[in-house]
């Protein structure tokens, strides 16, 4: 393993990240027509949507692939698979997103997809003994109108697992149909409720969206790297503690940073906002978090203490229990201390 400090992925989306196999056998098993004829001809279409350079084509690839993610038994077996495979890649706690209801076509509620994964979740923890989170999120699908229902029964049920390995909720799907902040009702109710709140924001949009996100209380930005362009918002993020979630080689595929060297996530890091290094999608980006470390050393500005440092950073916003976070820093900061010795 190439980096060898406990590493962190805040923002992994559940149906962008699994093995290509069991997708593709799934999919045989219930019938799924498929845009490939065989699992290559799939990889080979996921890396064609990958580079189509913008979001909502990419976001095309999670029509396919929650199509076979509709009864509790492809659920678990994917959430355990990806907790299998990050484990093996020396991470050492994830949350990982999914929303509910993308998973309810064939009759499955909202609650029964969560309680899907959360058994995957216990499989997956159980058998390789890291930790996980789970993030439900809430679908920006096009006019907030066309799922409120559903976004709204995501928003009233999340706090109910918040004990049973849910750590908090999201907004995902596409950026910029109609203003975030449309969404606010839903995020007031979450709030309410005592959920924590998260939010993708300021990827494909500006720094506006990122604002909007902050006012609906988001602790932590999922993206957001379009804050940079306004410095007065970066500086309240670092004064506040809101976190980033930066996925470089997302932004790059979606074409919402044109290359690695003009990402600003550096210049964000430096002037002291929390910024964390994750990988979105590992499959359809074909990324893992060491390929991310690489572009960060290699393309990004970044040294390599600003891994650990920013995997420090990664500890302190996320939702792990205190002992464990207690732990995971320790150990992070051991590693801190060797390299610069
Ligand atoms: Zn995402």
Not at 232 to 247: M, N, P, T
Not at 251 to 275: D, F, K, M
Not at 304 to 311: G, W
Request: with cysteine.
């Amino acid at each position: 393993m190439k980096y060898s400090f406990p590493k962190i992925d805040l923002h992994l989306h559940l149906d962008g990240s699994f093995r290509t196999p069991t997708i593709w056998e799934l999919a045989m098993q219930q019938g799924v027509e498929m845009p490939a004829e065989s699992p290559e001809g799939f990889e080979e279409w996921m890396k064609k949507c990958s580079y189509s350079g913008s979001v909502n084509e990419f976001l095309l690839m999670f029509d396919v692939t929650t199509q076979v993610m509709q009864d509790r038994d492809s659920l678990i077996r994917l959430t355990r698979e990806l907790i299998e495979d990050i484990a093996a890649q020396g991470v050492v706690y994830a949350e990982i997103r999914f929303a509910p209801q993308l998973h309810t076509r064939k009759g499955m509620t909202q609650r029964e997809a969560i309680e899907a994964v959360l058994e995957g979740r216990r499989q997956g923890m159980e058998k390789t003994g890291i930790d996980i989170g789970i993030i439900c999120c809430m679908m920006c699908v096009g006019d907030e109108t066309v799922n409120w229902d559903a976004n709204m029964e995501t928003a009233m049920i999340t706090h109910e697992y918040l004990d049973k390995g849910v750590v908090c909720i999201d907004l995902a799907g596409a950026e910029g149909i109609v203003p975030l902040s449309n969404f606010a009702p839903l995020f007031a109710k979450a709030k309410e409720l005592g959920t924590p709140i998260i939010c993708h924001a300021g990827d494909s949009q500006d720094w506006k969206t990122v604002k909007d996100a902050i006012d609906m209380s988001a602790q932590r930005i999922g993206h957001g790297h379009h804050i940079y362009e306004n410095p007065a918002l970066s500086r309240y993020a670092a004064e506040h503690g809101i976190a980033l979630e930066i996925c470089p080689t997302s932004n790059i595929q979606c074409q919402t940073r044109e290359t690695y060297q003009l990402h600003p996530a550096w210049n964000l890091y430096s002037i002291g906002i929390p910024v964390t290094i994750n990988t979105d999608n590992m499959t359809m980006s074909r990324v893992t978090l060491d390929d991310e470390y690489d572009h960060c050393l290699q393309e990004m500005g970044f040294e390599y203490e600003d891994l650990i440092l920013m995997n420090i950073n990664s500890a302190k916003v996320s939702f792990m229990k205190e002992e464990k976070k207690k732990e995971v820093l320790a150990e992070l900061e051991r590693c801190l201390d060797e390299v610069s010795e």
